[in-house]
């Protein structure tokens, strides 16, 4: 939550007819603090549909009050990383485990959008339109997992998950051209690679309604990580800086490791990685 506490809350309760919704950055600002899945699910997707109707202003140059910790379910249990137990696929019980580490990513995902559009201001507006259609398929993902989940006999907040993706986001909050670098280019890159092997495992494990949800989840996410690579060079350009030697320097800024393979060299292409790139991380 942000400091001003208990007010930004009741803001994130507001009607889609409160003023909050007026500035289609101080609603996401608004979405971005709802602690309900299923409501910040609807409040994003009533975003979205504001801003094709023009029925939302964007105040590009407005300075938001910053969000420390975003809204979220009090479960799951939030513990590091190595604390989240792995449960074998055979099992109904793994392949749930596995499905809700998904659903996590995708609703972290969702609040690392918002927060993309509510947090830098001065930038043009499709940089914002960008990242509010992104908050919204990413909406669209944890629905689809969430419910995938519940055929299997659980609930998003069932198992413990880890908060690394908001980390992230923390870490490169003061500026937008890091979180464009590190957020889109490593974190949400590597679930490219990841996603075809993970998949297979489904598949193997018989679950064919999960492994085709991850054929949606991929074909977007190749876009997500495009409108990242997109903005990144854009920031690059616009400060006169090299994309290659910049995205160096930020790795060792912000003691990140580079990205390493096995890659999914096909789909990084497409999402605007260059060869070269990925010759240099091989």
């Not at 300075?63 to 099992?91: D, F, M, N, Q």
């Not at 419910?147 to 993706?165: E, I, K, Q, W």
Request: glycine share 10%; with cysteine.
């Amino acid at each position: 939550m942000s400091g001003s506490g208990g007010g930004e809350r009741a803001a994130s309760a507001a009607s889609p007819g409160h003023p909050a919704h007026a500035e289609m950055r101080r609603a996401a600002h608004s979405a971005l603090l709802i602690t309900v899945p299923e409501e910040k699910v609807a409040r994003v997707g009533e975003i979205g549909s504001a801003c094709a109707a023009a029925g939302l202003s964007l105040d590009t140059q407005a300075t938001l009050p910053a969000v420390i910790e975003p809204g979220r379910p009090a479960r799951p249990l939030l513990v590091e990383a190595r604390g989240v137990p792995r449960r074998k696929l055979a099992s109904t019980e793994g392949r749930a485990a596995l499905i809700h580490a998904l659903a996590h990513i995708e609703f972290n995902a969702i609040n690392l959008a918002l927060d993309a559009v509510a947090r830098f201001g001065g930038l043009p507006p499709q940089y914002y339109l960008d990242w509010l259609r992104v908050a919204g398929e990413e909406a669209h993902h944890y629905t689809l997992l969430a419910s995938h989940l519940r055929t299997l006999g659980y609930a998003y907040g069932d198992f413990p998950a880890h908060n690394g993706l908001w980390e992230a986001a923390a870490k490169t909050a003061g500026d937008v051209l890091a979180r464009m670098g590190l957020v889109p280019r490593i974190l949400e890159a590597r679930g490219l690679d990841v996603t075809p092997g993970i998949q297979r495992k489904l598949r193997q494990a018989g679950d064919e309604a999960g492994a085709a949800i991850l054929d949606i989840i991929l074909r977007d996410e190749v876009g997500h990580v495009a409108t990242g690579n997109h903005w990144y060079r854009y920031l690059c350009a616009s400060r006169g800086e090299p994309p290659e030697a910049t995205f160096a320097r930020l790795l060792q800024e912000y003691a990140v490791p580079p990205p390493h393979p096995p890659f999914n060299e096909a789909a990084r292409l497409h999402a605007g990685f260059s060869v070269e790139e990925l010759a240099a991380w091989s």
